[in-house]
């Protein structure tokens, strides 16, 4: 497709449970980028990947978040035992080179909710 | 002190006003300086971009980045009714992560 796909757009969950979110980037875009998205809380950085090189995971908040790019295209976002508190919008966006020097293209998110 | 500090807002102009949005930030590392627009359920979508000091103009969009106070401003003149949005600022190093601001909300008034 032309744009960043996500999906589920909704995932409502049980206290608990494992989730996994998944992010289709732009064909060819080198550069993905996992944040969250809270309700007066901006956008947090949780995870980059560039290319072959190893993902920069410093934001992810704890070890129950885990993400993986697989051939360089398809990220999937895992959070286990969720927590309510994982509640919001997890945005996926690509680039086609490293994204100091271009353009972020964002999905339009995934909503989690944790019952 | 977050790295990235913005006024969330929310921010009330009439039509037709001119429009002021800042960040301030902490790291002087920062070089690209980005302005995203938010709709509401949407995903960010890039509206200005700036690399090191100076400004931007695009139509009716201004960026300016001043490196020696750590602070970055967007400008919207003739403000319309369909430039209510959240205003994101987000900056880097380089060929690394973004950090963004909080957002701040703004509606304009018909």
């Known amino acids: 497709g032309a744009g960043v796909s996500q999906s589920p757009s909704n995932k409502v969950t049980e206290k608990g449970k494992d989730v996994e979110l998944r992010c289709d980037p732009i064909?060819?875009?080198?550069?993905l980028y996992w944040y969250r998205q809270s309700l007066g809380q901006g956008l947090e950085f949780l995870i980059y990947?560039?290319?072959?090189?190893?993902?920069?995971k410093s934001g992810l908040p704890s070890d129950r978040f885990s993400a993986e790019r697989t051939g360089g295209s398809v990220s999937t976002l895992t959070i286990q035992r969720t927590q309510q508190e994982d509640s919001a919008v997890y945005l996926c966006?690509?680039?086609?080179?490293?994204?100091?020097?271009?353009?972020?293209?964002f999905g339009a998110g995934s909503r989690l909710t944790v019952l | 002190q977050k790295e990235v500090e913005q006024d969330p807002g929310p921010l009330s102009v009439p039509e037709g006003a001119i429009v002021s949005l800042n960040c301030t930030y902490s790291n002087s590392a920062f070089q690209y300086f980005m302005w995203y627009r938010q709709y509401s359920r949407k995903g960010p979508e890039l509206l200005m971009y700036t690399y090191s000091s100076g400004n931007k103009e695009d139509g009716r969009f201004t960026a300016q980045v001043d490196k020696s106070s750590k602070y970055i401003s967007l400008f919207i003149r003739d403000s319309q009714p369909s430039d209510s949005a959240t205003y994101l600022c987000a900056m880097s190093e380089g060929d690394d992560k973004i950090i963004f601001g909080k957002g701040t909300r703004l509606h304009i008034l018909p």
């Open positions: 990947f560039q290319g072959n090189s190893a993902p920069d």
């Open positions: 966006a690509s680039s086609l080179k490293p994204a100091g020097a271009n353009v972020l293209t």
């Open positions: 064909s060819g875009h080198t550069a």
